[in-house]
């Protein structure tokens, strides 16, 4: 069975860094892209970060380009996105997922349950 | 950027009715279109891909339509588990885009 586990979610202050983990089990990992999406509390998905299969491309969100870096270990099956320099705004349940393709943007069809963020003082 | 506009936000259908969710791409994006249920307290669920193609294990009941700009997700006769939220998502380009959501309720 495919499944994605996040953690690293937590409570930070403003101005602060978090890293978030997702392991992978249950399919060949270094052959799919990956992307993070969240989810602020009561809003609709919002898509981060995509990391290609041999990790050669990242894409991010205007949002969070120059804050937050997307990374993954084939070798250990983990997906990671670090984020510095939180804000308010990026309070929310950040989903790992798997996209159907390798290397191309495409659609999501394995998520994880999820990691909550809260950013707040 | 890609805006993808869903209608309505808002959609009460009856059991077993037929439920006609919208998607609206600022511009072209071909058929790379992808549609998602999420119920409460769950992660979403891919239902369709490709604007038309259903994903694994995903009921007949369920198909989409359109290409480019217009795209359809039609519930052909409701049950009481299909009462979510729906959301389409556009990955013809970066950044990859989702539509608001359309919340289908029981009328």
């Known amino acids: 069975e495919m499944q994605l586990l996040e953690s690293g979610g937590g409570l930070v202050q403003p101005g602060g860094s978090l890293r978030l983990s997702c392991a992978a089990s249950?399919?060949?990992?270094?052959?799919?892209?990956m992307s993070w999406v969240r989810q602020a509390p009561g809003k609709g998905l919002e898509w981060v970060s995509a990391?290609?299969?041999?990790?050669?491309?990242?894409y991010y969100a205007d949002s969070v380009k120059g804050r937050f870096t997307i990374s993954r270990d084939n070798s250990k099956n983990t997906l990671y996105l670090q984020m510095n320099s939180l804000r308010a705004e990026d309070t929310a349940l950040y989903y790992c997922?798997?996209?159907?393709?390798?290397?191309?943007?495409?659609?999501?069809?394995?998520w994880g349950q999820g990691t909550m963020v809260t950013v707040s003082s | 950027e890609i805006v993808m506009t869903q209608s309505p936000a808002t959609l009460s259908v009856s059991p077993g009715e037929r439920g006609t969710l919208s998607c609206r791409a600022s511009?072209?994006?071909?058929?790379?279109l992808a549609w998602y249920q999420q119920k409460p307290g769950q992660a979403p669920r891919l239902l369709i891909y490709?604007?038309?193609t259903r994903a694994t294990g995903i009921p007949a009941r369920f198909s989409g339509s359109g290409s480019e700009t217009e795209f359809t997700l039609t519930i052909s006769s409701l049950l009481s588990e299909d009462f979510a939220v729906y959301y389409c998502?556009?990955?013809?380009?970066?950044?990859?885009?989702f539509g608001q959501g359309t919340r289908l309720e029981i009328e």
């Open positions: 511009q072209s994006v071909s058929n790379n």
């Open positions: 490709g604007a038309s």
């Open positions: 249950g399919f060949t990992f270094s052959s799919y892209a």
């Open positions: 997922a798997k996209e159907r393709g390798t290397n191309r943007a495409n659609a999501v069809d394995i």
């Open positions: 990391i290609s299969g041999g990790s050669g491309s990242t």
């Open positions: 998502q556009q990955y013809n380009y970066w950044p990859i885009t």
